[in-house]
Protein backbone atom coordinates (compact mmCIF):
# COMPACT_ATOMS: atom_id res chain seq x y z
CA UNK A 1 0.00 0.00 0.00
CA UNK A 2 1.02 3.54 -0.89
CA UNK A 3 2.75 5.47 2.07
CA UNK A 4 3.76 2.48 3.87
CA UNK A 5 7.22 2.30 5.17
CA UNK A 6 9.13 4.71 7.42
CA UNK A 7 10.67 7.98 7.54
CA UNK A 8 12.46 10.09 9.39
CA UNK A 9 11.30 13.40 10.66
CA UNK A 10 12.36 15.87 13.94
CA UNK A 11 14.53 12.73 15.63
CA UNK A 12 11.47 10.51 16.00
CA UNK A 13 10.77 7.33 13.07
CA UNK A 14 6.98 8.18 11.70
CA UNK A 15 6.85 4.55 10.86
CA UNK A 16 3.21 3.42 8.86
CA UNK A 17 1.30 0.42 8.32
CA UNK A 18 -1.67 -0.63 6.35
CA UNK A 19 -5.01 -0.83 7.97
CA UNK A 20 -8.58 -2.61 7.18
CA UNK A 21 -11.32 -1.25 8.91
CA UNK A 22 -14.75 -1.54 8.80
CA UNK A 23 -16.23 1.59 10.01
CA UNK A 24 -20.27 1.97 10.31
CA UNK A 25 -20.73 -0.22 8.05
CA UNK A 26 -18.32 0.94 5.74
CA UNK A 27 -15.26 -0.24 4.57
CA UNK A 28 -12.28 1.69 5.11
CA UNK A 29 -8.65 1.36 3.78
CA UNK A 30 -5.60 3.37 5.75
CA UNK A 31 -2.04 3.52 6.12
CA UNK A 32 -1.57 4.66 9.94
CA UNK A 33 1.25 6.25 11.98
CA UNK A 34 2.07 3.30 14.28
CA UNK A 35 1.90 5.50 17.02
CA UNK A 36 -2.02 6.77 16.28
CA UNK A 37 -4.69 5.69 18.49
CA UNK A 38 -8.17 4.53 17.32
CA UNK A 39 -9.61 8.01 18.46
CA UNK A 40 -7.45 10.48 16.60
CA UNK A 41 -8.26 8.19 12.96
CA UNK A 42 -11.96 8.48 13.47
CA UNK A 43 -11.43 12.00 14.18
CA UNK A 44 -8.86 13.36 12.30
CA UNK A 45 -8.84 10.84 9.16
CA UNK A 46 -12.04 9.50 8.99
CA UNK A 47 -13.76 13.12 9.82
CA UNK A 48 -16.07 11.31 12.42
CA UNK A 49 -15.55 13.89 15.64
CA UNK A 50 -18.76 12.63 17.51
CA UNK A 51 -16.51 10.23 19.28
CA UNK A 52 -14.55 13.03 21.67
CA UNK A 53 -11.46 13.39 23.09
CA UNK A 54 -11.77 13.93 26.67
CA UNK A 55 -8.56 12.75 28.88
CA UNK A 56 -7.12 10.71 26.22
CA UNK A 57 -5.69 8.84 29.20
CA UNK A 58 -8.76 6.44 29.72
CA UNK A 59 -10.34 7.55 32.67
CA UNK A 60 -13.28 9.83 31.24
CA UNK A 61 -15.05 7.28 28.42
CA UNK A 62 -15.56 10.27 26.52
CA UNK A 63 -13.71 8.09 23.86
CA UNK A 64 -15.85 5.22 23.77
CA UNK A 65 -16.81 3.37 20.56
CA UNK A 66 -17.97 -0.24 19.81
CA UNK A 67 -15.30 -2.58 18.28
CA UNK A 68 -16.98 -6.00 17.05
CA UNK A 69 -20.01 -5.45 19.27
CA UNK A 70 -17.84 -4.76 22.73
CA UNK A 71 -17.17 -1.17 23.99
CA UNK A 72 -14.08 0.09 24.29
CA UNK A 73 -12.16 3.36 25.04
CA UNK A 74 -10.87 4.06 21.48
CA UNK A 75 -8.18 6.67 22.87
CA UNK A 76 -5.69 3.57 24.49
CA UNK A 77 -6.19 1.50 21.25
CA UNK A 78 -3.33 1.57 19.25
CA UNK A 79 -5.18 1.77 15.30
CA UNK A 80 -2.42 -0.23 14.14
CA UNK A 81 -3.81 -3.35 16.31
CA UNK A 82 -7.20 -3.48 14.91
CA UNK A 83 -6.53 -4.80 11.62
CA UNK A 84 -9.97 -6.26 10.43
CA UNK A 85 -12.17 -4.86 12.99
CA UNK A 86 -15.67 -3.29 13.03
CA UNK A 87 -16.43 -0.11 14.65
CA UNK A 88 -18.91 1.60 15.46
CA UNK A 89 -19.15 4.91 16.69
CA UNK A 90 -21.93 7.71 17.55
CA UNK A 91 -22.43 8.38 13.77
CA UNK A 92 -23.14 4.77 12.96
CA UNK A 93 -26.25 4.26 15.58
CA UNK A 94 -28.83 5.94 13.43
CA UNK A 95 -30.45 3.54 11.11
CA UNK A 96 -32.94 4.64 7.79
CA UNK A 97 -32.90 8.20 9.26
CA UNK A 98 -34.32 7.27 12.69
CA UNK A 99 -32.60 7.84 15.97
CA UNK A 100 -31.31 5.10 18.05
CA UNK A 101 -33.55 4.24 20.72
CA UNK A 102 -30.73 5.40 23.13
CA UNK A 103 -30.55 8.49 21.22
CA UNK A 104 -34.26 9.22 21.22
CA UNK A 105 -34.12 8.14 25.32
CA UNK A 106 -31.33 10.92 26.16
CA UNK A 107 -33.59 13.41 24.27
CA UNK A 108 -36.64 12.41 26.04
CA UNK A 109 -34.74 12.61 29.15
CA UNK A 110 -32.96 15.97 29.01
CA UNK A 111 -29.50 13.83 29.79
CA UNK A 112 -27.17 15.60 29.26
CA UNK A 113 -26.16 19.27 29.36
CA UNK A 114 -23.28 20.34 27.12
CA UNK A 115 -23.12 17.40 25.69
CA UNK A 116 -19.61 16.37 25.35
CA UNK A 117 -19.99 13.29 27.25
CA UNK A 118 -22.97 12.14 25.22
CA UNK A 119 -21.53 9.90 22.18
CA UNK A 120 -19.62 8.39 24.75
CA UNK A 121 -22.44 7.67 27.57
CA UNK A 122 -24.61 6.32 24.31
CA UNK A 123 -22.30 4.05 22.50
CA UNK A 124 -21.24 2.58 26.41
CA UNK A 125 -24.96 2.32 26.67
CA UNK A 126 -25.38 0.37 23.79
CA UNK A 127 -22.20 -1.88 25.08
CA UNK A 128 -24.18 -2.30 28.39
CA UNK A 129 -27.45 -3.30 26.86
CA UNK A 130 -25.68 -5.87 24.52
CA UNK A 131 -24.04 -7.11 27.63
CA UNK A 132 -26.92 -8.12 29.33
CA UNK A 133 -25.85 -8.00 32.86
CA UNK A 134 -27.70 -4.78 34.21
CA UNK A 135 -31.01 -5.52 35.49
CA UNK A 136 -31.55 -3.23 38.54
CA UNK A 137 -30.83 1.05 38.46
CA UNK A 138 -27.63 0.08 40.70
CA UNK A 139 -26.32 -1.94 38.24
CA UNK A 140 -26.53 0.20 35.22
CA UNK A 141 -24.82 3.24 37.77
CA UNK A 142 -21.98 0.21 38.37
CA UNK A 143 -22.16 -0.90 34.39
CA UNK A 144 -22.16 3.29 33.26
CA UNK A 145 -19.02 4.23 35.65
CA UNK A 146 -16.61 4.32 33.43
CA UNK A 147 -18.04 7.20 32.06
CA UNK A 148 -17.87 10.70 33.66
CA UNK A 149 -20.71 13.46 33.09
CA UNK A 150 -18.79 16.88 34.53
CA UNK A 151 -22.27 18.26 34.14
CA UNK A 152 -23.74 15.58 36.53
CA UNK A 153 -26.42 14.66 34.17
CA UNK A 154 -25.97 11.14 35.91
CA UNK A 155 -29.65 10.92 37.33
CA UNK A 156 -30.84 11.23 34.06
CA UNK A 157 -28.83 9.28 32.16
CA UNK A 158 -30.04 6.53 34.17
CA UNK A 159 -33.49 7.26 33.32
CA UNK A 160 -32.58 7.50 29.79
CA UNK A 161 -30.99 3.80 29.52
CA UNK A 162 -34.21 2.25 31.61
CA UNK A 163 -36.06 3.24 28.88
CA UNK A 164 -34.09 2.37 26.29
CA UNK A 165 -33.78 -1.35 27.84
CA UNK A 166 -37.43 -1.69 27.65
CA UNK A 167 -38.56 -4.34 25.51
CA UNK A 168 -40.23 -1.93 22.82
CA UNK B 1 5.19 9.17 21.87
CA UNK B 2 8.59 7.75 20.80
CA UNK B 3 8.73 5.97 17.08
CA UNK B 4 8.60 2.47 17.25
CA UNK B 5 8.43 -0.56 15.26
CA UNK B 6 5.80 -2.76 15.20
CA UNK B 7 5.23 -6.52 14.59
CA UNK B 8 2.69 -9.25 15.11
CA UNK B 9 3.71 -12.50 16.62
CA UNK B 10 2.55 -15.64 14.62
CA UNK B 11 2.37 -18.02 17.72
CA UNK B 12 4.14 -18.46 21.01
CA UNK B 13 7.56 -19.39 20.06
CA UNK B 14 7.88 -16.36 17.38
CA UNK B 15 6.87 -13.75 20.21
CA UNK B 16 10.00 -14.91 22.16
CA UNK B 17 12.25 -15.42 19.40
CA UNK B 18 10.83 -12.03 18.20
CA UNK B 19 11.35 -10.97 22.04
CA UNK B 20 14.92 -12.29 22.11
CA UNK B 21 15.92 -10.51 19.23
CA UNK B 22 15.16 -7.04 20.11
CA UNK B 23 16.38 -5.57 23.15
CA UNK B 24 13.80 -3.52 25.29
CA UNK B 25 10.68 -4.17 23.15
CA UNK B 26 7.29 -5.02 24.58
CA UNK B 27 4.80 -7.62 24.52
CA UNK B 28 0.95 -5.53 23.60
CA UNK B 29 -2.07 -7.09 24.27
CA UNK B 30 -5.05 -4.83 25.52
CA UNK B 31 -3.05 -2.08 25.46
CA UNK B 32 -4.70 -0.43 28.67
CA UNK B 33 -1.63 0.15 30.73
CA UNK B 34 0.94 0.52 28.18
CA UNK B 35 0.18 2.60 25.67
CA UNK B 36 -0.80 5.10 28.21
CA UNK B 37 2.73 4.63 29.60
CA UNK B 38 3.56 5.30 25.90
CA UNK B 39 2.18 8.15 25.63
CA UNK B 40 3.40 9.70 29.23
CA UNK B 41 6.80 9.10 27.98
CA UNK B 42 7.16 6.37 30.69
CA UNK B 43 7.73 4.02 29.00
CA UNK B 44 9.64 4.26 25.48
CA UNK B 45 9.84 0.44 23.37
CA UNK B 46 11.66 0.66 20.45
CA UNK B 47 9.35 -1.89 19.18
CA UNK B 48 6.12 -3.37 20.14
CA UNK B 49 5.33 -7.05 19.54
CA UNK B 50 1.94 -7.28 19.39
CA UNK B 51 0.52 -10.88 20.74
CA UNK B 52 -3.23 -9.94 20.88
CA UNK B 53 -3.93 -12.42 18.37
CA UNK B 54 -2.43 -15.43 19.56
CA UNK B 55 -4.58 -18.44 20.51
CA UNK B 56 -4.48 -17.84 24.38
CA UNK B 57 -7.83 -16.91 24.67
CA UNK B 58 -9.52 -20.16 26.16
CA UNK B 59 -10.50 -21.49 29.62
CA UNK B 60 -10.42 -24.66 30.04
CA UNK B 61 -11.28 -27.58 33.18
CA UNK B 62 -7.50 -28.78 33.91
CA UNK B 63 -7.79 -33.07 33.69
CA UNK B 64 -6.55 -33.42 37.04
CA UNK B 65 -8.42 -30.26 38.29
CA UNK B 66 -8.69 -26.87 38.42
CA UNK B 67 -9.16 -24.48 35.01
CA UNK B 68 -6.77 -23.35 33.15
CA UNK B 69 -6.82 -19.56 31.97
CA UNK B 70 -5.67 -18.35 28.83
CA UNK B 71 -3.18 -15.02 29.24
CA UNK B 72 -5.29 -13.20 26.65
CA UNK B 73 -8.62 -13.85 28.14
CA UNK B 74 -10.60 -10.36 28.58
CA UNK B 75 -10.80 -9.18 32.01
CA UNK B 76 -15.01 -8.96 31.44
CA UNK B 77 -14.82 -12.60 29.87
CA UNK B 78 -13.05 -14.35 33.05
CA UNK B 79 -14.97 -12.40 35.14
CA UNK B 80 -18.44 -13.22 33.55
CA UNK B 81 -17.50 -17.21 32.47
CA UNK B 82 -20.10 -19.38 34.17
CA UNK B 83 -17.09 -21.95 35.40
CA UNK B 84 -15.59 -19.19 36.92
CA UNK B 85 -18.87 -17.58 38.42
CA UNK B 86 -19.81 -20.61 40.20
CA UNK B 87 -16.43 -22.05 41.23
CA UNK B 88 -14.12 -18.74 42.41
CA UNK B 89 -16.67 -16.26 42.20
CA UNK B 90 -13.68 -14.25 44.45
CA UNK B 91 -11.96 -13.85 41.39
CA UNK B 92 -15.21 -12.81 39.82
CA UNK B 93 -15.94 -10.28 42.11
CA UNK B 94 -12.42 -8.87 41.84
CA UNK B 95 -12.45 -8.78 38.54
CA UNK B 96 -15.14 -6.79 38.16
CA UNK B 97 -14.08 -4.21 40.90
CA UNK B 98 -11.32 -3.27 39.43
CA UNK B 99 -11.18 -0.58 36.56
CA UNK B 100 -14.39 0.45 34.06
CA UNK B 101 -16.63 -2.12 31.93
CA UNK B 102 -14.66 -0.61 28.55
CA UNK B 103 -11.49 -0.85 29.89
CA UNK B 104 -12.31 -4.76 30.97
CA UNK B 105 -12.97 -5.65 28.06
CA UNK B 106 -9.89 -4.78 26.31
CA UNK B 107 -7.50 -5.72 29.05
CA UNK B 108 -5.90 -9.04 29.16
CA UNK B 109 -5.58 -11.13 32.46
CA UNK B 110 -1.50 -11.51 31.10
CA UNK B 111 -1.23 -7.87 31.01
CA UNK B 112 -3.55 -7.18 34.48
CA UNK B 113 -0.50 -9.03 36.10
CA UNK B 114 1.98 -6.49 34.77
CA UNK B 115 0.35 -3.56 35.62
CA UNK B 116 2.69 -0.98 36.58
CA UNK B 117 1.78 1.18 39.67
CA UNK B 118 -0.35 4.10 39.56
CA UNK B 119 2.05 6.54 41.81
CA UNK B 120 2.32 9.88 40.34
CA UNK B 121 5.93 10.28 40.47
CA UNK B 122 5.98 7.19 38.29
CA UNK B 123 3.86 8.58 35.79
CA UNK B 124 5.47 12.02 35.90
CA UNK B 125 8.68 12.19 34.12
CA UNK B 126 9.73 15.46 35.35
CA UNK B 127 10.46 14.22 38.81
CA UNK B 128 12.83 11.42 39.96
CA UNK B 129 11.33 7.77 40.54
CA UNK B 130 13.65 4.69 41.14
CA UNK B 131 11.39 2.69 39.39
CA UNK B 132 11.04 4.65 36.24
CA UNK B 133 14.73 5.89 36.71
CA UNK B 134 16.83 3.25 39.19
CA UNK B 135 19.08 5.77 41.69
CA UNK B 136 17.37 9.24 40.99
CA UNK B 137 14.95 9.00 44.30
CA UNK B 138 11.71 8.59 45.17
CA UNK B 139 10.01 11.66 45.75
CA UNK B 140 6.97 9.88 47.36
CA UNK B 141 8.75 9.11 50.49
CA UNK B 142 8.27 12.73 51.46
CA UNK B 143 5.50 13.79 48.98
CA UNK B 144 2.34 13.21 48.12
CA UNK B 145 1.40 9.66 49.39
CA UNK B 146 -1.78 9.19 50.25
CA UNK B 147 -2.21 5.99 47.88
CA UNK B 148 1.23 4.62 48.65
CA UNK B 149 2.38 1.19 50.53
CA UNK B 150 2.09 0.72 54.37
CA UNK B 151 3.51 -2.69 54.21
CA UNK B 152 6.67 -4.18 52.83
CA UNK B 153 7.81 -1.42 51.33
CA UNK B 154 11.65 0.24 51.20
CA UNK B 155 13.62 3.17 51.24
CA UNK B 156 14.11 3.07 47.87
CA UNK B 157 9.95 2.46 46.80
CA UNK B 158 6.62 3.09 48.64
CA UNK B 159 4.93 2.03 45.10
CA UNK B 160 1.66 -0.29 45.55
CA UNK B 161 0.65 -2.65 42.73
CA UNK B 162 -2.78 -1.46 41.29
CA UNK B 163 -4.59 -4.77 40.79
CA UNK B 164 -7.40 -5.78 42.05
CA UNK B 165 -7.50 -9.14 40.27
CA UNK B 166 -4.06 -10.21 41.33
CA UNK B 167 -5.63 -10.10 45.43
CA UNK B 168 -7.99 -12.87 44.51
CA UNK B 169 -5.43 -14.63 42.27
CA UNK B 170 -3.18 -14.39 45.67
CA UNK B 171 -6.07 -16.42 47.68
CA UNK B 172 -6.22 -18.77 45.00
CA UNK B 173 -3.08 -19.57 44.90
CA UNK B 174 -2.86 -19.42 41.08
CA UNK B 175 0.16 -20.21 39.65
CA UNK B 176 1.26 -18.26 36.45
CA UNK B 177 2.48 -20.27 33.14
CA UNK B 178 4.89 -18.61 31.34
CA UNK B 179 7.14 -19.09 27.92
CA UNK B 180 10.68 -18.32 27.36
CA UNK B 181 13.63 -19.09 24.63
CA UNK B 182 14.95 -22.03 26.52
CA UNK B 183 10.82 -23.51 27.25
CA UNK B 184 8.00 -23.06 30.06
CA UNK B 185 8.29 -22.90 33.59
CA UNK B 186 5.43 -22.37 36.41
CA UNK B 187 5.62 -19.98 38.85
CA UNK B 188 3.53 -19.58 41.93
CA UNK B 189 1.66 -16.74 42.50
CA UNK B 190 3.14 -15.72 45.31
CA UNK B 191 6.86 -15.99 43.63
CA UNK B 192 5.49 -13.94 40.57
CA UNK B 193 5.33 -10.14 42.11
CA UNK B 194 8.42 -8.72 43.92
CA UNK B 195 8.84 -6.45 46.51
CA UNK B 196 10.61 -3.08 46.04
CA UNK B 197 14.18 -3.88 48.07
CA UNK B 198 16.48 -1.56 46.33
CA UNK B 199 15.09 -2.79 42.93
CA UNK B 200 11.57 -1.60 42.18
CA UNK B 201 12.19 -1.14 38.89
CA UNK B 202 11.45 -4.70 38.63
CA UNK B 203 7.86 -5.45 39.58
CA UNK B 204 7.87 -9.19 38.87
CA UNK B 205 10.30 -12.40 38.81
CA UNK B 206 9.84 -12.75 35.06
CA UNK B 207 12.61 -12.59 32.71
CA UNK B 208 12.49 -9.53 30.02
CA UNK B 209 12.22 -12.49 27.29
CA UNK B 210 9.67 -14.09 29.06
CA UNK B 211 5.72 -14.22 28.08
CA UNK B 212 3.11 -14.76 30.04
CA UNK B 213 0.45 -17.53 28.25
CA UNK B 214 -1.68 -19.12 30.88
CA UNK B 215 -2.84 -18.75 34.85
CA UNK B 216 -3.84 -21.67 35.99
CA UNK B 217 -6.21 -22.07 39.42
CA UNK B 218 -5.94 -25.05 41.70
CA UNK B 219 -9.27 -26.83 42.64
CA UNK B 220 -10.26 -25.09 46.52
CA UNK B 221 -12.37 -22.21 45.05
CA UNK B 222 -13.76 -20.97 48.58
CA UNK B 223 -17.08 -20.60 46.79
CA UNK B 224 -19.12 -21.25 50.00
CA UNK B 225 -16.92 -18.51 51.88
CA UNK B 226 -15.50 -15.26 50.08
CA UNK B 227 -15.47 -12.19 49.95
CA UNK B 228 -13.40 -9.00 48.06
CA UNK B 229 -14.12 -6.04 49.62
CA UNK B 230 -12.57 -2.79 48.25
CA UNK B 231 -12.50 0.46 49.73
CA UNK B 232 -11.94 3.09 48.00
CA UNK B 233 -12.35 7.28 47.04
CA UNK B 234 -15.09 6.90 45.56
CA UNK B 235 -17.90 4.47 44.92
CA UNK B 236 -16.71 2.87 41.13
CA UNK B 237 -13.73 3.46 38.76
CA UNK B 238 -11.07 3.82 41.25
CA UNK B 239 -7.79 2.34 42.66
CA UNK B 240 -7.79 0.67 46.26
CA UNK B 241 -7.12 2.46 49.24
CA UNK B 242 -7.40 -0.76 50.72
CA UNK B 243 -8.76 -4.51 49.65
CA UNK B 244 -9.18 -7.97 50.94
CA UNK B 245 -9.48 -10.86 49.45
CA UNK B 246 -11.00 -13.54 51.75
CA UNK B 247 -11.16 -17.32 51.15
CA UNK B 248 -12.51 -19.64 54.01
CA UNK B 249 -13.04 -23.04 54.59
CA UNK B 250 -15.70 -23.43 57.85
CA UNK B 251 -16.68 -26.80 59.93
CA UNK B 252 -19.60 -26.28 62.34
CA UNK B 253 -18.61 -22.62 62.96
CA UNK B 254 -15.03 -23.60 62.75
CA UNK B 255 -12.48 -22.36 60.65
CA UNK B 256 -10.57 -25.14 58.45
CA UNK B 257 -8.62 -22.62 55.75
CA UNK B 258 -7.93 -19.12 56.19
CA UNK B 259 -6.42 -17.32 53.18
CA UNK B 260 -6.34 -13.59 53.23
CA UNK B 261 -4.43 -10.99 51.09
CA UNK B 262 -4.61 -7.32 51.04
CA UNK B 263 -4.55 -5.24 47.94
CA UNK B 264 -3.30 -1.63 47.83
CA UNK B 265 -1.10 -1.64 50.56
CA UNK B 266 1.98 -2.98 49.34
CA UNK B 267 4.03 -3.98 46.33
CA UNK B 268 2.35 -6.89 45.84
CA UNK B 269 -1.00 -8.96 46.55
CA UNK B 270 0.00 -9.16 50.87
CA UNK B 271 -0.47 -12.33 52.24
CA UNK B 272 0.35 -12.80 55.75
CA UNK B 273 1.32 -17.10 56.61
CA UNK B 274 1.01 -15.79 60.81
CA UNK B 275 -2.36 -14.13 60.37
CA UNK B 276 -3.76 -17.31 58.20
CA UNK B 277 -2.73 -19.58 60.99
CA UNK B 278 -3.66 -18.35 63.57
CA UNK B 279 -7.46 -18.74 62.01
CA UNK B 280 -7.26 -22.05 61.65
CA UNK B 281 -9.18 -24.30 64.03
CA UNK B 282 -10.56 -21.43 65.71
CA UNK B 283 -14.48 -20.56 66.32
CA UNK B 284 -15.12 -18.27 63.11
CA UNK B 285 -16.07 -14.83 64.82
CA UNK B 286 -14.98 -11.38 65.58
CA UNK B 287 -12.20 -12.28 67.94
CA UNK B 288 -10.59 -14.41 66.06
CA UNK B 289 -10.92 -12.01 62.89
CA UNK B 290 -9.79 -9.24 65.28
CA UNK B 291 -6.42 -11.00 66.12
CA UNK B 292 -5.39 -11.54 62.31
CA UNK B 293 -5.96 -8.34 61.49
CA UNK B 294 -3.58 -7.06 64.41
CA UNK B 295 -1.13 -10.08 63.63
CA UNK B 296 -1.20 -8.75 59.44
CA UNK B 297 -1.15 -4.77 60.69
CA UNK B 298 2.18 -5.54 63.20
CA UNK B 299 4.57 -4.36 61.01
CA UNK B 300 2.98 -1.42 59.24
CA UNK B 301 4.11 1.74 58.63
CA UNK B 302 2.59 4.81 57.43
CA UNK B 303 3.81 8.03 55.69
CA UNK B 304 2.59 11.40 56.06
CA UNK B 305 -0.71 11.17 54.38
CA UNK B 306 -1.81 7.43 54.22
CA UNK B 307 -1.28 6.30 58.17
CA UNK B 308 -4.90 5.95 58.29
CA UNK B 309 -4.83 3.33 55.86
CA UNK B 310 -3.19 1.09 59.08
CA UNK B 311 -6.45 1.19 60.88
CA UNK B 312 -8.56 1.15 57.52
CA UNK B 313 -7.01 -1.91 56.50
CA UNK B 314 -7.46 -3.41 60.07
CA UNK B 315 -11.24 -2.77 60.29
CA UNK B 316 -11.63 -3.70 56.25
CA UNK B 317 -9.98 -7.53 57.43
CA UNK B 318 -12.30 -7.94 60.27
CA UNK B 319 -15.09 -6.56 58.08
CA UNK B 320 -14.24 -8.87 55.32
CA UNK B 321 -13.32 -12.17 57.26
CA UNK B 322 -17.24 -11.69 58.85
CA UNK B 323 -18.83 -11.37 55.42
CA UNK B 324 -17.09 -14.57 53.99
CA UNK B 325 -17.57 -16.69 57.64
CA UNK B 326 -21.32 -15.30 57.17
CA UNK B 327 -21.55 -16.34 53.20
CA UNK B 328 -22.38 -13.05 52.48
CA UNK B 329 -20.00 -11.45 50.09
CA UNK B 330 -19.10 -8.07 49.08
CA UNK B 331 -21.39 -7.18 45.89
CA UNK B 332 -19.58 -5.06 43.42
CA UNK B 333 -22.86 -3.47 42.57
CA UNK B 334 -24.82 -2.22 45.43
CA UNK B 335 -21.87 -0.99 47.31
CA UNK B 336 -23.70 -1.16 50.84
CA UNK B 337 -20.52 -2.72 53.18
CA UNK B 338 -22.85 -5.37 54.30
Known sequence: ?168 | MIGFEYARAGTVADAVRQMAASRGAKFVAGGTNLVDLMKMDVERPPKLIDISRLPLDKVEEIATGGLRIGALVRNSDLAYHPLVERLYPVLSSALLAGASPQLRNMASIGGNLLQRTRCPYFYDVATPCNKRDPGSGCPAIGGLNRMNAILGASESCIAVHPSDMCVALAVLEARVRVAGPIGERVVPFAEFHRLPGDTPQRDTNLDPDELVTAIELPPRGFAAHHTYLKIRDRHSYAFALVSVAVGLEIEGGTIREARLALGGVAHKPWRDAQAEAALRGRPAGEAAFAQAADLVLHGARGFAHNTFKIELARRAIVRALSQAARGTPQTQSGKKIA
Open chain 1, 1 to 168: MEGTGSSTTGGSRAITEPVRLTVNGEARQLAVDVRRSLLDVLRDTLDLTGTKKGCDQGQCGACTVLVDGRRVLSCLILAVSQDGATVTTIEGLARDGRLHPLQQAFIDHDAFQCGYCTPGQICSAAGLIAEGRARTPDDIRELMSGNLCRCGAYTNIVAAIRQAMQPS
